[in-house]
C-alpha cells in the first residue's frame, strides 16, 4: 500500500511562508492524483489543492487560491505546497492525499491513501 509522509509544518506569524512535503516510500508519484487538504479543530476536512492525472490539471479552493502552490518533483518522489501570506484561518493539520482516479475527487472520501498530517500554526 501506498505511505505517504508529510513534514515541513510548524509555527509562523501571519504573513509568512512554509513549505510542506509530501514523500512517497517506494512508489513513483508522476502519474498519480494527488491532494493536499487541512482540518482545523471542529471542522471538516477541507480540500485545498490536488493535481489530476491526464495532464497535471491543479485546482485550488477558493480559500487558497493565489497564495498556496501544488508542485511536483518527480524524481524525489515528493509533492510540496507552498504557502505563503498565511492567515490565522490556515491553522489546521495538512494532509496529503492520493486517488486511484484519472481526476480528483470532489471530496475527501475518494482519496484512498493518506499521510499522517503535519501540523501548522499560524499565531502572532
Known amino acids: 500500500q501506498l505511505q505517504l509522509v508529510e513534514s515541513g509544518g510548524g509555527l509562523v506569524q501571519p504573513g509568512e511562508s512554509l513549505k510542506l512535503s509530501c514523500t512517497s516510500a517506494?512508489?513513483?508519484?508522476?502519474?498519480?492524483?494527488i491532494g493536499w487538504f487541512r482540518q482545523a479543530p471542529g471542522k471538516e476536512r477541507e480540500g485545498l489543492s490536488c493535481?489530476?492525472?491526464?495532464?497535471?490539471?491543479?485546482n485550488y479552493a477558493d480559500s487558497v487560491k493565489g497564495r498556496f502552490t501544488i508542485s511536483r518533483d518527480v524524481a524525489k518522489k515528493t509533492v510540496y505546497l507552498q504557502m505563503n501570506s498565511l492567515k490565522p484561518e490556515d491553522t489546521g493539520i495538512y494532509y496529503c492525499?492520493?486517488?486511484?482516479?484519472?481526476?480528483?475527487?470532489?471530496?475527501?472520501?475518494?482519496?484512498?491513501?493518506w499521510g499522517q498530517g503535519t501540523q501548522v500554526t499560524v499565531s502572532s
Open positions: 493535481i489530476d492525472r491526464p495532464g497535471g490539471t491543479i
Open positions: 492525499a492520493t486517488a486511484g482516479t484519472w481526476w480528483c475527487p470532489s471530496t475527501p472520501a475518494g482519496f484512498s491513501s
Open positions: 517506494g512508489f513513483s508519484l508522476d502519474y498519480t492524483v
